[in-house]
Nanobody, 129 residues
């Protein structure tokens, strides 16, 4: 499994950006996914299970949206109303259900970086005042 990120860049406060994370080597709709950002530490901002449910950190709730396009095997982080404190390197990550659970196995959303064996390369997001 490999994850390739795109998007990001620099924007003024209040602006919007979209990050993309394309998966190769596996089918995305079997996997749980997450977006993390690294300032002083790597923390989750948006996570989703493999049934279409999402969860957001309080700091981004109402401003960020995690979505996926199964046909493109890609998931996204739509970011709006960006603030300077959103400045960080952003990483996408995925993990799958237990191997014994079969094709329909479930993986719950997780904010724990330890749950994710597969990571994108990271992309810088800079928000200026």
């Amino acid at each position: 499994v490999q994850l390739v990120q795109s998007g990001g860049g620099s924007v003024q406060s209040g602006g919007s950006l979209r990050l993309s994370c394309m998966m190769t080597g596996a089918t995305i709709n079997r996997y749980c996914m997450g977006w993390f950002r690294h300032g002083h530490e790597r923390v989750g901002v948006a996570v989703g299970d493999n049934k279409g449910h999402t969860n957001y950190a309080d700091s981004v709730k109402g401003r960020f949206t995690l979505s996926q396009d199964n046909a493109k095997n890609t998931f996204y982080l739509e970011m709006s109303s960006l603030r300077p404190e959103d400045t960080a390197i952003y990483y996408c990550a995925v993990y799958g259900p237990p191997p014994y659970s079969g094709a329909g196995g479930y993986c719950p959303p997780s904010y724990s970086t330890a749950d994710y064996p597969y990571w994108g390369q990271g992309t810088q997001v800079t928000v200026s005042t």
